[in-house]
């Protein structure tokens, strides 16, 4: 094995024992004021070794149960209890988390039928993860926009798409971006989907997707597209 393919296994295997223990803990002291962010936590852990457990301790671990849930997004554009710099952060781990869940899922999905677009899988995973992204980050930001009850269900996916897209299409320029690099320059041959060295250059492109997201959740927070969390 050499050096990097064992760089590539201890940060997959890192990302894999944050994801369980950040799980664990939520199981044991739910996030009760955004349910949402039992999901989100962990899949920050298993994408953003050491960085990711460091953010879930500091602006995770029981912060929601001490807040005031979001009661309209349109007006909350900055969260009382927080520096603005760090409501932001967590509305990015909201975003991206639900882009990356869609290319986790993607990927197998591409490998294991073969799929490809013009001839080129890495098209092919551009085409079913953005499209897997953007269900889920529509998914996480309905439930976690704490609607009211008054407000219908048409209204809240309207505003939950409204919220998402920019930050979605930001998230991924950089995934995609790292994506083409390690498929055209960096690597002889790709590497293959069900190896170490591949889910290690996947974890890079999603923290990647979080710095290029990170401009884009600022902007729609300070807007009052996104209600800062």
Not at 168 to 182: C, D, K, R
């Amino acid at each position: 094995m050499s050096i990097f393919a064992g760089i590539a296994w201890i940060s997959n295997l890192l990302g894999i024992v944050q994801a369980g223990y950040i799980t664990v803990d939520v199981i044991r002291k739910p996030q009760h004021m955004m349910p949402i962010m039992n999901v989100v936590w962990p899949l920050i852990g298993l994408y953003f070794p050491v960085f990711g457990l460091w953010s879930y301790w500091k602006l995770g671990q029981n912060k929601n149960n001490r807040e005031t849930p979001p009661h309209d997004h349109h007006h909350d554009s900055h969260h009382p209890n927080k520096p603005f710099w760090q409501s932001v952060f967590v509305s990015t781990t909201h975003c991206s988390s639900g882009c990356s869940l869609g290319d986790m899922i993607g990927v197998p999905i591409v490998a294991l039928t073969g799929l490809t677009i013009a001839g080129s899988t890495l098209f092919a995973d551009y085409a079913v993860e953005f499209v897997l992204a953007y269900i889920f980050g529509i998914a996480f930001q309905y439930y976690g926009m704490g609607r009211s009850k008054k407000e219908g269900a048409g209204k809240a996916i309207k505003d939950a798409v409204k919220a998402d897209t920019l930050a979605l299409v930001a998230f991924e320029i950089g995934m995609f971006g790292w994506m083409a690099l390690v498929h055209y320059l960096f690597f002889a041959q790709p590497p293959e989907p069900m190896t170490a060295v591949y889910w290690f250059m996947m974890q890079i492109a999603m923290m990647l997707g979080f710095l290029t997201s990170y401009p884009a959740n600022w902007l729609l927070v300070k807007k009052g597209v996104k209600h800062a969390m």
